[in-house]
């Protein structure tokens, strides 16, 4: 196994489409605040686990530069309320099948379902981040890139296991139960 603090320059390490290594690092960080400067047998498995993960990540081929490209425009275009996927995808020069195969393949996801988890992120992001009260949930729909709030609050629910705004009324509620300011992080549904 080769030693991480070894590597000769700054090293590029992928999470898949699953995100284990940001879960990883989250659970982690969670669990150290629960217990800060308090070593455990959980902090300890977390580390062994994020060391694999990035060991894994160093001897993963790199995406295809088509892969990163669509990506890169998701990234870029998922606030735009009128981004046509579809549409884009239909615009490059390669075959559009192919391409939402290469993209799940190399990502663990659809381009399609990509773009709804980026939105998503953002929207709780947005959520999470109000400070000093709630915000118009449309808004943020809005914000993030969703044509209609109910289809919003439909696929929120589905990958955070509530609602919009029982999410940040629970986020509001921890950041006033923690006054040191910790703050729990609230995953996706385990059915997402």
């Given amino acids: 196994m080769r030693a991480l603090w070894a590597l000769p320059t700054s090293t590029l390490i992928r999470d898949d489409g699953n995100h284990f290594l940001l879960d990883a690092f989250s659970a982690a960080f969670y669990h150290f605040g629960l217990n800060p400067g308090r070593q455990s047998m959980v ?23 088509i892969v990163d490209e669509i990506m890169n425009s998701i990234v870029l275009s998922y606030p735009d309320e009128n981004f046509e996927l579809d549409q884009y995808l239909r615009s490059l020069h390669f075959n559009y099948d192919y391409l939402r195969k290469l993209f799940k393949r ?66 509001l509620e921890q950041h006033t139960a923690a006054p040191d300011g910790q703050s729990v992080k609230i995953s996706p549904a385990a059915d997402a």
């Fill in 106 to 171: 190399e990502v663990g996801v659809t381009p399609h379902q990509f773009l709804v988890d980026t939105r998503l992120q953002a929207a709780a992001e947005r959520l999470a981040g109000a400070e000093g009260g709630l915000v118009n949930i449309s808004d943020v729909a809005h914000l993030c890139g969703f044509r209609e709030p109910l289809y919003f609050s439909k696929v929120f629910r589905k990958k955070y296991g509530m609602s919009p705004s029982r999410f940040q009324a629970r986020i």
């Fill in 43 to 65: 902090l300890s498995a977390y580390a062994n686990l994020i060391v694999g993960l990035i060991l894994d990540g160093l001897n993963a081929p790199l995406r295809n530069p």
